[in-house]
């Protein structure tokens, strides 16, 4: 700690938050073996803060894995120097971590054993290492995995592990270099939220997160602050803060205007980079993880229809147990019934309070086919399940899609049991909204009216 | 606590008979204890350099095991030194370049024709014990194990992946922590295949050189070489076959006894991402693998003797900072380094001169015998190149596209390749003697014995990895025999004839020495060569001749190499090279 306030002293003027690590003019050059080097970082600033989510992003070439190299201590730049809470961090004890895109995890080790070694170098006692691996497996959610072997893993939990060995030696700065460009876009997203979630709740002792992309829309889903960096050599295009609130809405207008303007910086490195534009602070549009599958509630549509008709009557706002009491309905049957209704849109719960909104009112107000259509655009608008498998059966050339192929998709974030429940009340709903069918003889999605097209076919023919 | 458990011993199937497994491994630790007692005595005692071997059969369990005790040392003394030399290698750029070089040349000349010169200097270095004789031959064993080993080890380190580095680096790994979880187990699999190599060779030589006569001084150890020398020697058919059974039965238990076991073991330090079918099974690593002293004993020991040292690491100043992977600053040289270095260059260029006098005393006439020596054997290492080529091929293609067929045959194949065959040569020797055939076609049958196996497991190894998509097309549009062999076979086969054609061609040239000269009932057999010039020189110890006729047998060596093998290489990495 006497060398934080040295430093700070040093450097003049009173910092408001000391930065944790700071590249002061580094540079990188690679030597050639014709004698010429190549200068990959030109003279750059750069600091990581406490208390900060940090991207990195950049087009391939612009040195930011190197950058991350330096900032870690793992690279000497060529000039420069880089400090550690005011140190020369070739000097300093620094303690980071790295998560890699490729996980390098030791293929011999077992899965704790992995986690383990790097307490081990800082001579933990084993008992002790144990302990502390275990409850780092048990909060990246591997607990039961202990003995495996990496190779037995899937890609999302290999990278758990790699997340785990990161986090167990309580690092003051997690760096993670593309941690999730090697897995698939459904595991990424799971993991990018998990991750979200152990920082908000200060589940990690982590003080600061840096993370180098080339997704931009990882960048700023998961950023306080993102630095793009252009190439030949490398430098910082733009610097900026983001300050829309977490978990954050893709499909927000002050996300998407983000993610085009440095969309713009990326795509015209010959352009000055303009202003950043103003990011509205404001309400979050819809609550909920976008692309993570929403829990579907067991209700039916007719079932909505008729609790939407009901609450028309009294006015557009009842108590949900006066409600289920007028129906002599359990509350228990009746709650999957007002979730599905308040996932559609159809109705909003302010205090025990069940209220119609607008749309609800038109559905429960409109006849059996306009019922259809609303309810098929408040599907397709609100459940992703239901949009994804209208659109798989939309594009595939045969107009079929095995239901394996969703449950596939679904099991990353729900029990076997349950995948097959959801799968069946989105069956439910998209027969009843026309979206398609289900064959169940091939267990496979339909267009609505295959099936019966089939039939009359096989009518014909006989 | 469950987790605790599971993870002290792993719950294994089928524990039958653990007792008896577990009373098994002790009494073999126990015969090992007395084993090396015995071993001691009978070292530490005089030296007799020709000890009298008994022709009886029972006396060969005593000579194999003493063979068996120098091999054993031999191959530790050469995994060490492989190690230490790799490492060396790798992690000091200054030395690098030069160890490397003394690799690649060391690697490629025969170590037969040191025997003489290696002998006579271990009993001036340790006198009055039969450990100087014994400490000649088991270096030279050595010296024919260590470089593919050392080799292997080196480009193990240098082909780690860089994020596995930068993961023990940025986890601050101590040499230690790096050397037993990320160095050691990434180069293990190439050390065992290695071993296996190195093992076969070390046979090869044991059997050559256990015993031999120098000019006035013979020696003569006892073990099975010499035993099948002197059966040979005096023509008795029965004692040589027994010799041979008994190198025959040593190498195929090493292979089921430690081989299997070791390459079953050593599939856990695959670095793969996903798990591969395909697993090399054996029975004696799952008995031991049953055994519960077996499983939980050398890791509780190995925990108590590694936790003291982490903790003693991780106090030490250096084990708190990360260390940069490219650090450019140029590390001052410690003075030793240069005294070390000048020190070397004056120790070579003395010996150096030595040399060069003594090649003062070589005549005109005995430069002109070498030379028609050396091409003599040239002509000689090529044809057995050439006939080990022209039957591998065909068979090899044949066995490799027949997935059926080479289940059978590699596992018999591979232990007729590492039974040495200098263990076979008596019995050709005599057959020769028996048909009055001369020693010519004799020391090609020799090399051929030593070589085919390599060119034919590569072969075979070729011919399956051509992809069977390549094989179907050349089925679809109905190829002759002709275009299939040249458009699609030789092609696809070429970069593994290649590498089986080198290491057969260093083979062929180290079996020269033993194969152009020898003594069977009194009679000298000869042909004109450089190996047999080595050996004549050896037997009248005239060590000029013997020096330069192993310079030229190194020169040439090299020069193929550099010449034709690399090129052909080369040829072979970028045109002929099958990716996916």
């Given at each position: ?6 430093s700070s002293q040093?450097?003049g003027?009173p910092a408001?938050?000391e ?16 004698q010429?080097r190549?200068q990959?970082?030109?003279a750059?600033d ?6 900060e ?5 950049g ?10 190299r330096m900032?870690t201590g ?8 880089v400090?550690w809470h005011?140190q020369p961090i070739?000097?300093a ?22 986690v ?7 001579g ?5 290492r ?8 048990d ?5 039961g995995?202990?003995s ?6 899937s890609g ?6 790699g ?5 167990v ?6 760096f993670?270099?593309?941690p999730?460009?090697?897995l ?16 908000s ?10 993370i180098?992309t ?14 793009v960096?252009g ?20 499909k927000?207008e ?12 990326l795509t ?5 980079p303009?202003a950043?534009?103003?990011q ?5 549009i819809?609550?909920q993880r976008?692309m993570?599958y929403?829990?579907?509630?067991h209700?039916?549509?007719?079932g909505?229809?008729g609790?939407?008709?009901l ?8 108590d949900?147990?006066r409600?289920a009491?007028d129906?002599?309905?359990?509350i ?9 209704a308040?996932l559609?849109?159809?109705?909003t719960?302010?205090?025990?309070d069940a ?7 038109q ?9 259809k259509?609303l ?7 609100n459940v992703l ?8 059966v ?6 079929t ?5 969703f449950?596939d998709?679904?099991?990353e ?8 429940r959801q799968?069946?009340?989105a069956?439910?709903?998209?027969r ?11 267990r496979?999605?339909?267009l ?5 097209d089939e ?8 | ?5 599971t993870?002290?011993r792993?719950l ?9 497994v577990?009373?098994?491994?002790t009494l073999?630790?126990?015969?090992l204890?007395f084993?090396?007692?015995?071993t001691?005595v009978?070292?530490?005692g005089r030296p007799?350099?020709?000890?009298h ?7 060969l369990?005593?000579y194999?095991f003493?063979s068996?005790v120098r091999?054993a040392?031999?191959?530790?003394l050469?995994l ?10 790798a ?6 370049p030069?160890?490397v070089?003394v690799l690649?040349?060391l ?5 037969l ?9 271990m009993?001036t270095?340790?006198p ?10 088991i270096?030279?064993i050595f010296?024919?194990?260590?470089w ?11 082909t780690?992946?860089r ?11 101590s040499g230690?922590?790096?050397?037993w979880q990320l160095e050691m ?9 290695n ?6 060779g070390?046979w ?6 256990e015993s031999?006569t ?5 020696f003569?150890?006892?073990?099975l070489?010499?035993?099948i020398q002197v059966?040979t020697?005096d023509?008795n058919?029965?004692?040589?076959l027994?010799?041979?059974?008994t ?8 292979d089921?006894?430690?081989?299997r ?9 695959k670095f ?11 029975p004696?690593?799952?008995?031991l693998?049953?055994s519960t002293?077996f499983e939980?004993?050398?890791g509780?020991l ?9 903790r003693?690491l991780?106090r030490?100043?250096?084990s708190?900072?990360i260390h940069?992977?490219?650090d450019?600053?140029?590390r001052?040289?410690p003075?030793v380094?240069?005294m070390?270095a000048?020190?070397?260059a004056?120790v070579?260029l ?6 060069a ?11 002109r015998?070498l030379?028609e020596?050396a091409a ?5 290492v090529?044809?057995a ?7 591998t ?6 066995v490799?596209?027949n997935?059926k067929?080479?289940?059978v ?10 039974v040495?065959a ?10 020769l003697?028996r048909?009055g055939?001369g020693?010519?076609?004799g ?7 030593g ?16 992809p ?29 004839l ?5 290491t057969a ?12 000269y020898?003594h069977?009932?009194?009679?000298t057999?000869?042909?004109i060569?450089?190996?047999a ?6 037997d ?12 030229f047998?190194?020169l ?8 034709v093998?690399?090129k052909l290489?080369h040829?072979?990495e ?7």
């Open positions: 700690m006497q060398e934080t306030v040295t040093a450097s003027a408001v938050v930065a944790i690590i700071r590249a002061e003019k580094v540079e990188k050059f690679y030597a050639q073996p014709s010429n190549i990959v970082i030109s750059t750069l600091e990581i803060v406490p208390g989510i940090l991207a990195l992003l087009p391939s070439g612009s040195g930011k894995s190197t950058m991350l900032l793992l690279s000497t730049p060529t000039a420069g120097q400090y005011g070739a000097q004890e620094v303690n980071v971590s790295i998560v890699f895109q490729s996980f390098a995890l030791f293929p011999w080790l077992t899965v704790l054993e992995n383990e070694a790097p307490l081990q170098a800082r933990v006692s084993s008992s002790e144990r302990e502390r691996s275990l409850k780092m497996l909060t990246v959610g591997l607990d995995f202990e495996a072997y990496p190779k037995e893993l999302g939990m290999r990278q758990r592990v997340f785990a060995r990161a986090l030696v309580e690092p003051e700065v997690l993670m270099d593309e999730f460009s090697a698939d876009v459904l595991t990424a997203e799971n993991l990018r939220s998990e991750l979200l979630e152990l920082w709740k200060k589940t990690m002792p982590t003080k600061a997160v840096f180098v080339h997704n931009i829309e990882e960048a700023v889903l998961l950023a306080d602050r993102i630095v960096l190439r030949n050599p490398g430098h910082i295009r733009t610097n900026f803060r983001v300050q829309l609130p977490q978990p954050r809405d893709r927000s002050s996300f998407t205007q983000l993610v085009d303007y440095i969309y713009k910086v015209r490195p010959d352009t000055e303009a950043v534009p103003e509205q602070i404001g309400p979050r819809r609550d976008q993570r929403q829990m579907l509630p209700a039916r549509p007719g909505i229809a609790l939407l008709e609450l028309l009557d009294k006015g557009g706002r009842d949900i147990y409600l009491d129906l002599a309905f359990e228990d049957d009746l709650l999957p019934i007002v979730d599905a308040q559609l849109g159809f109705l719960i302010e205090e025990g209220a119609i909104t607008p749309a609800g009112e559905f429960a107000n409109s006849e059996i086919l306009r019922q259509e309810f098929r655009n408040a599907a397709v608008e399940l239901l949009r994804q498998i209208c659109r798989a939309d594009t595939k050339s045969d107009h899609v095995p239901e394996e192929f449950l998709l679904l099991d974030q729900f029990s076997e049991e349950e995948c097959l799968l069946e009340t069956v439910t709903w998209g009843y909204a026309e979206l398609f069918d289900f064959d169940a003889a091939r496979r999605f339909v609505p009216d295959a099936l019966g039939a009359e076919a096989d009518e014909e023919a006989k | 606590m469950k987790i605790q458990h993870l002290a792993p294994v199937a089928g524990r039958t008979t653990p007792f008896l577990d009373l098994g491994v073999c630790a126990l015969a204890f084993a090396v007692i015995s001691g009978y070292w530490l007799v350099p020709v000890v071997i008994s022709s009886s059969i029972g006396a369990p005593v194999a003493y068996m091999m040392i031999a191959y530790l050469s060490s030194f492989a190690v230490a030399y790799g490492y060396i290698a992690y000091n750029p200054r030395v690098e030069w160890m070089a690649d040349i690697q490629s000349i025969p170590v024709s040191f025997l003489p010169p290696v002998v006579l200097a009993v270095l340790i009055g014990h039969q450990l100087g004789i014994e400490m000649g031959v270096l030279l010296t024919g194990q260590v593919n080993l050392a080799f292997s080890f080196y480009s193990s380190l240098k780690i992946p994020d596995m580095i930068e993961a023990s680096r940025i986890f601050r790994y230690w922590q790096r050397f187990p990434f180069a293990t699999i190439g050390l065992v295949w071993s296996i190599v190195s093992v076969a070390g090869f030589a044991l059997i050559f050189c031999f120098m000019g006035a001084r013979n003569q150890l006892p073990g070489g010499s035993y059966a020697y023509g058919v029965r004692a040589l027994a010799g041979i059974a190198v025959i039965l040593i190498v195929v238990a090493t089921q006894l430690l081989w076991p070791l390459i079953a073991w050593s599939d856990k330090f793969e991402q996903v798990e591969s079918a395909e697993h090399v099974k054996s004696i690593l799952e008995l693998r049953s002293l939980s004993l050398p509780r190995w925990s108590r003797v590694e936790e003291p040292i982490y003693r991780a030490s100043k250096k708190h900072v940069p992977i490219d450019e600053r140029k001052k040289i003075p380094f240069w070390l000048a020190a070397c004056i070579i003395w010996a150096a001169a030595q040399a006098l003594m090649l003062r005393t070589i005549t005109v006439a005995d430069l015998l030379l020596g003599a054997t040239f002509l000689r090529n044809a190149l050439l006939i080990s080529a022209a039957w091929i065909p068979v090899g293609v044949a490799g596209l997935p067929l080479a289940r045959v590699q596992p018999v194949a591979q232990i007729l390749a590492s040495p200098t263990a076979f040569f008596p019995i050709l020797l005599m057959a003697v048909l055939g020693l010519g076609i020391s090609i049958a020799l090399m051929l014995l070589t085919q196996w390599y060119i034919l497991f590569n072969v075979i190894a070729g011919a399956m990895s051509i069977s998509d390549l094989r179907e097309v050349a089925t679809l549009y109905r190829f002759t025999r002709w275009q299939r062999w040249t458009k699609l076979i030789l092609p696809g086969i070429f970069p593994y290649i590498t089986g054609m080198v061609s260093g083979g062929a040239w180290n079996a020269s020495v033993m194969a152009e020898s069977v009932k009194d009679r057999l000869e042909v060569g450089l190996g010039q080595i050996d004549a020189a050896t009248s110890g005239r060590f000029p001749m013997l020096l330069l006729a192993t310079i047998i190194s040439m060596v090299v020069t193929m190499n550099r010449l093998w690399r290489y040829l072979a970028t045109r002929f090279k099958l990716d996916g």
